[in-house]
C-alpha cells in the first residue's frame, strides 16, 4: 500500500498545500522550520487522526484540536485528504478533520462507505507507533536509563498499556501490602487487646480466657465452653440476662481510666513525633530540588567505579574533565544525595510513627463512643467530632505533599480538644459515684461482652486474611504477568536484536561494526539496552558512544522494531532523524534505506542536509522531492518546487511598494518556472557557452520560450487521440503564436528593468513603485500561463504530443 497523493489544510504550520507522491519514495528537504515535519505530521494524522508530538509524555496541557490545527484557523478549517493505493483494490480517498479526529470520512469511491480491511489495518498498525521515528522519540529510548527506558520502547512499540499494566500490578501489589495489610494487622492488634483488657492480668493467650469464661458460667450454673469460638454467653436465660449502665461495667472503667491516664502523655507524643517531622522537612527543604537529587543517586552510584575506565572524561557525556576533579565532584554529590535519602527515611519512619499514635489513640476513643452510646449521648457526640477531626487532620497529613503539613496548632485543638478532656473526665467521676454491681450481673456483662468483643476480633482476623489473600493474588497475577511479559518480550527482542545489529552493521562498516553485538531484554524494572564497544564489553550506549553513533543505534533498533511489529506497516515516516550522523556514514544509510527498506515499504522522509539529499536521490529510490525554502506564519511552507502561488506573494510585496522584494521574487520565480518548462519541453540548454557551468536567468527563460514556439510553429494539429484530452483547433495554435511572440519582443526591456530593482543599485531604480513594476508582472506571468496550465494545474510537456494534463496542443 502507498499514499498516492495528498492534500493538506491547516495542519499545524501549513496553511494549504498538496503533493502526488505515485508509489515513489519521498524526500522532503528544507531548511529547520520550513514546513517539512508539518508534511509528516499530516500523513501521520491521515493515517492515524493523531500527532504524536502532541500526545507524548509531559504534553498533557497541549489541547489537541487547538495545536493540530494551523494558529490561525480553526479546528472546523483544518484536514488532512489523501488517496491511498494498493494492488488490486481501487483506489480510495478519506478525508479526515481535526475538529472530529476520529471519524475519517470516505471521498471516493462514493459507492464505498466503509474503509476497506487493507487500509483499516495500515491505520491500526500506524496508531501503534510502527510507521514513525521523529529524532526525540529516538534519542529518548536510546539515552534512557534502563527504569525509563521501557516507557520509551513502549512509545517505539506503540504498548504504553501493556507497561502500565505491569506498572499498576506492581503498584497495587506494594500498596496492598503497606496500607491494607497493615491497616489490618493494626485493627486485628487493638481488636485483640480489647478483648484481653476483660480479664484480670495475667490472662493473654485464648485459653487462658476460655477458663476465665467457664469459671464465670459454672456460677451461672452453665455448662462450660470448648473454644472461644462457641456461644460465650450460650445456655444463660435471658431473664438473667440484666442491663446495667455503661460505666458500671469494668471494662468500660478500664478503657475510660487508660483514655484519661494517657490523654496528655498521647498528646505530647504526638506533638513531639510532628516536631519530628517538621524539623525534617525543613532539612529537606534545604536541599536544592530533593526529588531530582533522589533521582539521580542511582546514576552517580553507577558513574563513579567507570571513572578509572574513562580517564579524562565524563562517563555519562563524554565532555572532558580532570579525573581527580571530576571524582571528587561526583562524591561530593553523592554525600548530598545520600543526606537527602537518609533524611527522606527518617520522615517516612516519623510519619509511620505519628500515624501509629493516631490510629491507637482514635481506636481507643471509638470502642468508647460505641459503648457509652446509649446512656451518654452528649458525651458520645463530643467524642464522634474528635474523632472526625483527627481522621480528617490525620487524612490532610497523609495526602499532603511533606513541605504542605497541616498545623499543629490544629492538631492540639481538633485532635486533643480540651474539651474532649473534660468530658472524660465527667465520666469518671460519675463512675466512681456508680454503686457497685453484683457478681452475678457484672459475669453476665463480662460475658457478654467477652462474646462481642471476641465477634469483633474474628472479624478483625478474618479482614486481615482476606487483605493477605488479595495480596498473595496481586502478587501472584502480577508474578505471572511478568513471566509472560518477559516470556513474549524476550521472543520478540532477540528477533529485534538480530534485525538491528544486521542494520547497525551495514550503516557501520568499519572496525567497530565488525565484532558488534546487542543485549535488549526485560527487566523488573524496565528494560536494559547495552551494545558491545569494542573488545571492552557491553556498555549503556549513552556511556561510550558517540552522538551520531546514538541517531544510527536509534534509527537501526526503529527498522528492526517495524520489521518485528508492524506486519501491517507500508509506509515509514522518518522526521530529521540523520541531523548528527558523520557524513562517513551517509552513503551506507542511504543504501540501507534504498536496497534493504525501501522494498517492504513506502518512505517520506525529511532533512535539511543538502549532501544527504543527494546520496539518497543517486539511489535511483528515492527519485521523488518535495523541497520548501523557508516558512511563514500567513503562507505557510513555501515549496521550491511549486513555489505555492508566487504571484500572490509578488502581488504582497508590490501592494506595499516594496520593489526590492518584488522584483526578487518575480526574478525567483521567472528562474523557478523557466527551468521546469526546459525540463518539461525537453530544451536545449546551452551550458557549453558558459564558462563558470551556470545558467543565467535570461538563457533559461528564452530557451523555455525558444522551444516551446517551436514545438507549437512546426508540429502538426491533431484530430482524434485515444486519450482523454482536449484538442487544439488552428486558430488555438496561432494564438498560442501570437501569445509567445508577445512575451518574446517585451523580455529583454522587461528583464533589464527586473535585475535593476532586485540589486537596487541605480539611481533610476530608486524612484520605481511598485505600481510600475506590475507590469514586468504581468509579462513574466503571461509567459507562466503558456508554459504551465492554470485549468488542469500542470506543466506543458513534450511526449508523443505537446500536452498538459488537460489539453493536447500538437504532435512535434
Known amino acids: ?106 471521498v471516493s469511491p462514493e459507492d464505498i462507505d466503509t474503509i476497506p480491511d487493507w487500509l483499516q489495518k495500515q491505520m491500526d498498525a500506524a496508531k501503534l507507533g510502527h510507521s514513525i521515528l521523529d529524532r526525540d522519540r529516538l534519542l529518548r529510548f536510546v539515552t534512557a536509563p534502563e527504569g525509563e527506558r521501557g516507557d520509551r520502547i513502549d512509545e517505539l512499540f506503540g504498548i504504553e498499556h501493556i507497561d502500565k499494566k505491569r506498572k499498576s500490578l506492581k503498584h497495587a501489589a506494594r500498596s496492598y501490602e503497606k496500607e491494607s495489610i497493615k491497616s489490618k494487622s493494626k485493627e486485628k492488634e487493638q481488636a485483640d487487646k480489647r478483648f484481653f483488657e476483660l480479664f484480670p492480668a495475667g490472662i493473654s493467650t485464648r485459653s487462658k480466657a476460655v477458663e476465665y469464661i467457664n469459671d464465670r458460667r459454672e456460677e451461672q450454673g452453665v455448662h462450660p465452653i470448648e473454644s472461644l469460638d462457641d456461644e460465650i454467653t450460650g445456655k444463660i436465660e435471658i431473664s438473667d440476662k440484666i442491663s446495667i449502665d455503661a460505666l458500671q461495667s469494668e471494662g468500660t472503667v478500664k478503657l475510660l481510666n487508660r483514655i484519661t491516664d494517657g490523654f496528655r502523655d498521647t498528646r505530647q507524643q504526638g506533638i513531639n513525633k510532628y516536631n519530628e517531622i517538621d524539623d525534617l ?141 473534660e468530658e472524660i473526665q465527667q465520666l469518671v467521676q460519675i463512675a466512681d459515684e456508680k454503686p457497685e454491681v453484683r457478681s452475678s450481673v457484672r459475669n453476665i456483662e463480662l460475658l457478654a461482652k467477652a462474646d462481642d468483643r471476641y465477634e469483633e476480633l474474628r472479624k478483625r482476623e478474618a479482614d486481615l486474611e482476606e487483605a493477605k489473600a488479595v495480596y498473595d493474588a496481586l502478587d501472584g497475577v502480577k508474578q505471572h504477568f511478568m513471566n509472560a511479559r518477559s516470556r513474549v518480550l524476550n521472543e520478540a527482542f532477540n528477533e529485534i536484536c538480530e534485525k538491528f545489529e544486521t542494520y547497525y552493521q551495514e550503516i557501520h562498516r568499519d572496525e567497530e561494526a565488525a565484532d558488534f553485538s546487542a543485549m535488549l531484554e526485560p527487566t523488573d524494572t524496565g528494560v536494559k539496552f547495552e551494545l558491545k564497544f569494542y573488545d571492552q564489553g557491553h556498555h549503556h550506549p549513552g556511556a561510550v558512544h558517540s552522538e551520531g553513533h546514538r541517531d544510527s543505534m536509534g534509527l537501526a533498533l526503529f527498522l528492526a522494531m517495524s520489521d518485528v511489529g508492524g506486519d501491517d506497516i507500508d509506509i515509514l515516516l522518518l522526521d530529521d532523524v540523520m541531523m548528527s550522523i558523520d557524513s562517513g556514514h551517509r552513503s551506507n544509510i542511504a543504501n540501507l534505506l534504498a536496497e534493504k527498506v525501501s522494498d517492504d515499504y513506502q518512505i517520506l522522509l525529511t532533512t535539511h542536509d543538502k549532501t544527504w539529499n543527494r546520496h539518497l536521490h543517486l539511489t ?89 514556439e517551436s514545438l507549437i510553429e512546426n508540429g502538426s494539429i491533431v484530430d482524434e487521440t485515444e486519450y482523454g484530452q482536449g484538442l487544439y483547433s488552428t486558430e488555438d495554435v496561432q494564438d498560442e503564436l501570437d501569445a509567445i511572440q508577445e512575451v518574446k519582443e517585451q523580455k529583454d526591456r522587461h528583464l533589464k528593468l527586473l535585475h535593476k530593482n532586485v540589486h537596487y543599485n541605480d539611481a533610476e531604480a530608486a524612484f520605481y513603485t511598485g505600481e510600475e513594476l506590475k507590469n514586468e508582472r504581468d509579462v513574466f506571468k503571461k509567459a507562466y500561463n503558456l508554459l504551465h496550465c492554470s485549468d488542469c494545474n500542470s506543466w506543458v510537456k513534450k511526449g508523443d504530443y505537446v500536452y498538459c494534463d488537460c489539453t493536447i496542443r500538437v504532435k512535434p
Request: hydrophobic share 35%; proline share 4%; charged share 30%.
Open 281 to 421: 522537612v525543613s532539612s529537606l527543604d534545604d536541599a536544592e530540588t530533593p526529588e531530582k537529587t533522589l533521582n539521580t543517586l542511582d546514576l552517580i552510584e553507577k558513574g563513579i567505579p567507570l571513572l578509572d575506565e574513562y580517564d579524562g572524561e565524563c562517563p555519562l557525556c563524554l565532555a572532558d574533565w580532570d579525573n581527580n576533579e571530576i571524582r571528587e565532584h561526583l562524591q561530593e554529590r553523592r554525600a548530598h544525595a545520600s543526606r537527602v535519602q537518609s533524611l527522606k527515611d527518617d520522615i517516612d519512619s516519623a510519619y509511620e510513627e505519628l500515624n501509629g499514635i493516631l490510629v491507637e489513640y482514635t481506636d481507643d476513643l471509638a470502642q468508647l463512643q460505641s459503648e457509652i452510646d446509649d446512656d451518654y449521648p452528649a458525651a458520645s457526640r463530643e467524642l464522634e467530632t474528635t474523632i472526625e477531626s483527627a481522621n480528617s487532620w490525620k487524612d490532610e497529613l497523609n495526602d499532603g505533599t511533606m513541605t504542605n503539613l497541616p498545623s499543629v496548632s490544629e492538631l492540639e485543638r481538633v485532635v486533643f480538644p480540651d474539651s474532649l478532656l
Open 620 to 708: 535511483q529510490e528515492f527519485n521523488k522531492q518535495v523541497r520548501f525554502s523557508k516558512c511563514s506564519l500567513e503562507g505557510g511552507p513555501l515549496p521550491v518546487a511549486s513555489l505555492s502561488d508566487p504571484w500572490t506573494r509578488i502581488d504582497h510585496h508590490i501592494e506595499h511598494d516594496d520593489v526590492t522584494a518584488a522584483a526578487a521574487w518575480i526574478r525567483k520565480t521567472v528562474e523557478w518556472y523557466s527551468r521546469r518548462a526546459c525540463a518539461n519541453l525537453k530544451a536545449s540548454v546551452p551550458y557549453h557557452e558558459l564558462e563558470d557551468e551556470t545558467l543565467s536567468l535570461g538563457r533559461l527563460y528564452q530557451s523555455a520560450l525558444k522551444q516551446y
Open 1 to 106: 500500500m502507498y499514499i498516492q497523493k495528498i492534500e493538506v489544510q491547516n495542519i499545524r504550520g501549513i496553511t494549504s498545500w498538496g503533493e502526488k507522491f505515485g508509489e515513489q519514495n519521498v524526500r522532503i528537504l528544507g531548511p529547520n522550520g520550513s514546513g517539512k515535519s508539518s508534511v509528516i505530521q499530516s500523513v501521520e494524522f491521515a493515517l492515524t487522526g493523531d500527532i504524536s508530538r502532541l500526545r507524548g509524555s509531559g504534553t498533557q496541557d497541549i489541547p489537541f484540536s487547538q495545536y493540530a490545527s494551523h494558529v490561525e484557523a480553526e479546528p472546523e478549517e483544518a484536514w488532512v485528504a489523501a488517496t491511498f493505493a494498493t494492488n488490486g483494490s481501487r483506489d480510495i480517498e478519506i478525508k479526515r478533520w481535526v475538529s472530529d479526529p476520529d471519524n475519517p470520512t470516505i
